[in-house]
């Protein structure tokens, strides 16, 4: 996919601590019971997990696994003759990351409040589980390489057949 216009906060001199405690802010009053946030140095990725209530006793991890490699990509090349070194623009590629992910979570999550999309919907590739190794997987972890590949729809359309 190519970008044709500006990248959104591309410029963005907000440190990733303020877009994090806005991102913790909006998902306690939606009602969330835990936030957390990671970084994974050997992957290069930057990690939101939440935990919220579906139903009384029922609490559903959510994981977001946040790759910043596209903007990284994007900065660099668009401000290769302005070259301010690789440290520079991963920082700024994590500055914009989570920019971007606080606009998203505040836009899906008024989808939710006015009813517009139920949150089961809009969240559900995201529900996560601890595998007994201790690392996340989300639902989409598992869903997504079945539906490339075929195999979800085609378990599902003959799920009923006789063999």
Do not use: C
């Not at 001199?13 to 994090?20: D, E, N």
Request: proline share 4%; charged share 30%; glycine share 6%.
């Amino acid at each position: 996919m190519t970008i044709d216009k500006p990248l959104k906060s591309q410029d963005t001199r907000v440190p990733i601590s303020r877009s994090q405690e806005g991102i913790r802010d909006l998902l306690d009053k939606f009602g969330a019971k835990k936030v957390a946030f990671e970084e994974d140095f050997d992957k290069g990725t930057q990690v939101l997990r939440f935990t919220y209530p579906l139903e009384e006793a029922l609490d559903i991890p959510v994981q977001f696994n946040i790759e910043t490699k596209g903007i990284y990509k994007y900065l660099r090349d668009k401000y290769k003759r302005a070259y301010k070194g690789d440290e520079y623009f991963f920082k700024q590629a994590k500055r914009v990351a989570w920019r971007h992910i606080l606009d998203w979570v505040k836009a899906n999550l008024n989808l939710v409040e006015f009813g517009l999309i139920p949150f089961e919907n809009m969240f559900l590739s995201y529900f996560s589980h601890v595998l007994p190794d201790g690392t996340y997987k989300s639902l989409g972890d598992f869903v997504i390489p079945k539906l490339h590949s075929g195999e979800l729809f085609r378990k599902l359309l003959h799920q009923g057949e006789k063999k």
